[in-house]
């Protein structure tokens, strides 16, 4: 209990150098939570993206009945599969001849029909990973009576590197920020503990032990990475009602963005956390 | 406190104790031997190693040579995270107070419980009771700038006995006072010595321990010169 009070007490007879600090704790951590909502989105995103994608499975030319209720049999048995529905060259004409609607003249210069009869297969909206798709595609593909699989795998390959990029980003500018906040625990707690040097000299003469002496700072420590993560949660709140909810009234295509609630309580705890390790750091070689 | 003898004949002793600094010799071979409550003087002039010898005592550093026995401690066998518990035995008085100036006189005294962990209740009750022994109760909730020298000298005389030590080490503690405020320290430490505290005090003021009957020695360029009694 003493050391809180010494703790708070420094706190607010240091107020301008601890607001300070609080404040750029803050700010980082904001931008640190910023990186994280837009790689959680990002991954939500592209987290149903396999269930928007229909994979079409071509059947070579005069595959027999009972050849195409093996490959029909085999497709629905895979477990990532939600629906396979068989659709017959006519009926693939027909639809073409109606998507073509007035340019459908183009198709009188077929004599026969052009098309194939095919699978059209559903993928699962969920747990479904795009390696599961690929590796579903590729057994399709080995298939005898399938000549060919069409899907967007360019789009699924390009948003993918877009994601993993993203991580890697989010991750690296995680690393930095997080150093960032520790730097500047470590910093204030330093200047902090120089500034009561002599008080020290006198605690170390009346008995006081090393933790007696240090808890005070972790305690101050924590203060500021807590109080920093309260202000990174508050621009957060502000980010969200300020910004974000206007840009998703007015631009409909952003309406999947959201920020998960369990940021804003992490944020001070995670505060916390580096302000105790900043200030951990700053003591834990001094010599007193 | 686990390891340390409770009942010793010698509260302080020191045998062919050495310490240099830079290739200065500050104390050179001293030995003394200062008895369970005794009250003895270490005198001789400005940089006879009278502050050496104390930061040698209190723990503040430790010797090139010799062995340092104090509240029936070894200083040698000490490690280090027992300095603190053994330092709670020693109770220090300095010419500079090194009072807290942002702390009232009460929770100058009462840091010396806290950090042993005693109860408030306790703390106020033991503060109370040594304010009273030097005269001062009416000062606590001062602060230390508010008071003359002689005051603030009472209350870290005050701060270094709450705590009950058994050993005492004023170094010069009477260097910046007037006659009266002398004479009123020097009352004080009498008091506390009857108590059964022994006590060791620095000074170059022959007033002090003249007509005392008490153990002086004589310190000069880091020789111990002589003893009497």
Same mark, same amino acid.
């Given at each position: 209990m003493f050391s809180l009070r010494l703790a708070l007490q420094s706190v607010i007879k240091e107020k301008w150098m601890s607001l300070l600090s609080m404040l750029s704790i803050g700010v980082m951590l904001f931008i640190l939570v910023s990186v994280a909502v837009i790689v959680y989105n990002v991954e939500k995103l592209t987290a149903r993206l396999p269930e928007r994608l229909t994979v079409m499975v071509i059947l070579k030319d005069g595959v027999t009945s009972e050849e195409n209720k093996a490959v029909l049999a085999a497709i629905k048995a895979e477990p990532t599969v939600k629906v396979v529905t068989f659709v017959s060259k006519e009926k693939a004409l027909d639809e073409l001849r109606r998507s073509l609607k007035k340019d459908d003249f183009i198709l009188k210069g077929f004599a026969d029909n052009p098309l194939f009869d095919s699978f059209d297969v559903k993928i699962k909206s969920e747990g479904v990973r795009v390696e599961d798709v690929k590796r579903l595609i590729q057994k399709i593909k080995s298939m005898k009576a399938v000549d060919d699989v069409e899907y967007g795998e360019a789009l699924m390959d390009s948003v993918y590197a877009l994601k993993s990029g993203l991580r890697a980003l989010g991750l690296s500018i995680g690393i930095v920020f997080v150093c960032s906040v520790t730097f500047i625990c470590y910093t204030t707690v330093k200047i902090l503990f120089y500034r009561h040097k002599e008080e020290i000299e006198v605690y170390k003469l009346l008995g006081a032990t090393r933790w007696f002496v240090r808890a005070p700072f972790f305690i101050e420590g924590s203060i500021i990475g807590i109080f920093g993560g309260v202000m990174g949660s508050g621009m957060l709140m502000g980010f969200y009602y300020y910004f974000l909810r206007k840009l998703v009234a007015d631009i409909p295509m952003f309406a999947f963005m959201s920020i998960p609630v369990q940021f804003m309580y992490m944020l001070p705890a995670v505060g916390m956390l580096l302000g105790l390790g900043g200030s951990v750091l700053a003591l834990g070689r001094l010599k007193y | 406190m686990r390891g340390v003898p409770r009942v010793a004949r010698q509260m302080i002793e020191l045998e062919n104790v050495s310490k240099t600094y830079g290739g200065h010799a500050a104390l050179s071979n001293v030995s003394l031997k200062v008895e369970r409550g005794d009250m003895a003087f270490i005198t001789g002039p400005s940089g006879a190693g009278k502050t050496t010898l104390f930061k040698l005592l209190y723990l503040a550093e430790k010797p090139d040579e010799g062995t340092i026995t104090i509240a029936g401690c070894n200083a040698a066998d000490l490690k280090s995270s027992s300095i603190p518990l053994v330092r709670r035995n020693i109770g220090v008085v300095f010419q500079d107070f /090194? =009072? =807290?100036?942002? /702390?009232?006189v009460y929770d100058n005294i009462a840091l010396t419980l806290r950090i042993r962990g005693f109860m408030e209740r306790e703390i106020k009750e033991r503060v109370h009771s040594v304010l009273k022994m030097v005269n001062l109760r009416h000062k606590v909730d001062n602060y230390p700038l508010t008071l003359s020298g002689g005051e603030q000298q009472r209350i870290t005389i005050a701060r270094s006995i709450v705590g009950e030590p058994t050993v005492m080490l004023a170094d010069e503690p009477t260097g910046n006072l007037d006659e009266e405020n002398e004479k009123e320290i020097m009352r004080i430490f009498k008091q506390i010595n009857t108590k059964g505290t022994t006590i060791l005090i620095a000074t170059h003021n022959r007033a002090l321990y003249k007509n005392t009957a008490r153990k002086v020695f004589f310190l000069e360029g880091g020789i111990l010169k002589g003893e009497e009694e």
């Open positions: - | /090194k =009072l =807290l100036n942002n /702390k009232t």
